[in-house]
């Protein structure tokens, strides 16, 4: 079974902004997907996520800064993050549910997780 893949990370200064890829492979077309993080010394926590007919939610906490959207026949989901600052350095995962996307973005209700992708973040 093909796994979902993230890609786009790398380093930025604080300020600056990234854009994040999840390749979803075509099983995981009609499902729930999802950003989530993971800071050092921290739980992994829910960012946004994208259902099937293109609806979002996102975690208070971001909802100002980071937004996810979905390319040509949802085979990627992006995640654009804007204003980044230092606490925002983690590891960053796409997830996958064939439920939808649950109102409170926790780790539990996701089935399916990507190796994730390293974003890291300068003062």
């Known amino acids: 079974q093909a796994p979902l893949v993230e890609s786009g990370g790398g380093s930025v200064q604080s300020g600056g902004s990234l854009r994040l890829s999840c390749a979803v492979p075509?099983?995981?077309?009609?499902?729930?997907v999802a950003w989530f993080r993971k800071r050092p010394g921290m739980e992994r926590e829910g960012l946004a996520a994208q259902d099937q007919d293109g609806s979002r939610n996102y975690a208070a906490s971001v909802k100002d800064r980071f937004t996810i959207s979905q390319g040509d026949a949802r085979a990627t989901i992006y995640l654009d993050m804007n204003n980044l600052k230092p606490d925002d350095t983690a590891m960053y995962y796409c997830a996958a549910t064939p439920f939808l996307c649950p109102e409170l973005l926790v780790v539990t209700a996701f089935n399916y997780w990507g190796q994730g992708t390293q974003v890291t973040v300068s003062a």
């Open positions: 075509d099983y995981y077309v009609s499902y729930c």
